[in-house]
């Protein structure tokens, strides 16, 4: 093949690239997100500078069903996001991720840098509880659950649109062929066309299990604040650069 048919390629393997051109469109994507308060030192140890943590030390754990995504398929992630700021403005970190389908893994690492990492997170409706596990290597690392649909947020689904648009950053580290960092860079980026289909919050718990590979419980549990439950269709568009540590 020549230049130009490779350039027109979305992504490797070139015989059959992992996932297509973005932007990528999620629909019915589902949130359980149980916010609690964390080690300050842990929280400050898991924040990369110049990103400053929010004053709390607040975490937040999340759950996400994504049963209709373009390009990735029907899958399930579970992680930690850290609210932060950068030169004043709020931002949410991502620390870890863990999912069970490999497009959105290579899209997600290749394009964004998203922590991902291959594991096996579920969520689902258990009688009267939203529950959520995470299983990494055959080990359960994280549980955490939350009553179904106790305060229902339908009146005020401006709150659930805030903060699904607040930017949001990864860590992105790509070696080059040497083995020394060829990129290394904080991206932003900011979803879009966001419909809210429901919004709840109430009382969660949450279980943090030490694992090596899936280091969950190196952000502890102090206090639990409470559970978000929410259901929406949004866009996620490519991103851009927030800081080069290599300039």
Request: aromatic share 10%.
């Amino acid at each position: 093949m020549n230049r130009d048919e490779i350039l027109k390629k979305p992504s490797m393997p070139i015989a059959g690239p992992s996932y297509p051109k973005g932007p990528y469109r999620f629909v019915n994507r589902e949130y359980m997100i149980i916010v609690y308060e964390s080690d300050p030192e842990a929280v400050r140890h898991a924040v990369p500078e110049p990103l400053e943590p929010e004053e709390g030390s607040l975490v937040f754990y999340e759950w996400i069903k994504m049963p209709d995504s373009s390009g990735f398929g029907d899958y399930t992630e579970s992680g930690i996001v850290i609210p932060c700021r950068y030169q004043g403005e709020p931002i949410n970190f991502t620390a870890q991720m863990y999912l069970d389908d490999d497009p959105p893994i290579a899209a997600g690492r290749e394009i964004w840098g998203f922590p991902k990492k291959w594991a096996h997170p579920k969520m689902e409706v258990v009688e009267d509880t939203l529950t959520g596990t995470l299983d990494y290597a055959g080990q359960r690392v994280a549980t955490g659950t939350m009553a179904y649909k106790h305060e229902s947020l339908a009146r005020t689904p401006e709150k659930t649109i805030q903060a699904l648009g607040k930017t949001q950053c990864n860590l992105k580290l790509i070696p080059g062929p040497d083995g020394e960092p060829a990129i290394c860079q904080l991206i932003a980026y900011n979803l879009t066309e966001v419909t809210v289909k429901g919004s709840w919050t109430g009382d969660a718990r949450l279980h943090l299990i030490p694992h090596v590979n899936a280091p969950v419980a190196d952000l502890p549990v102090r206090r639990v604040v409470g559970g978000r439950h929410f259901v929406a269709d949004l866009t996620l568009p490519y991103g851009r650069v927030l800081y080069d540590y290599l300039a």
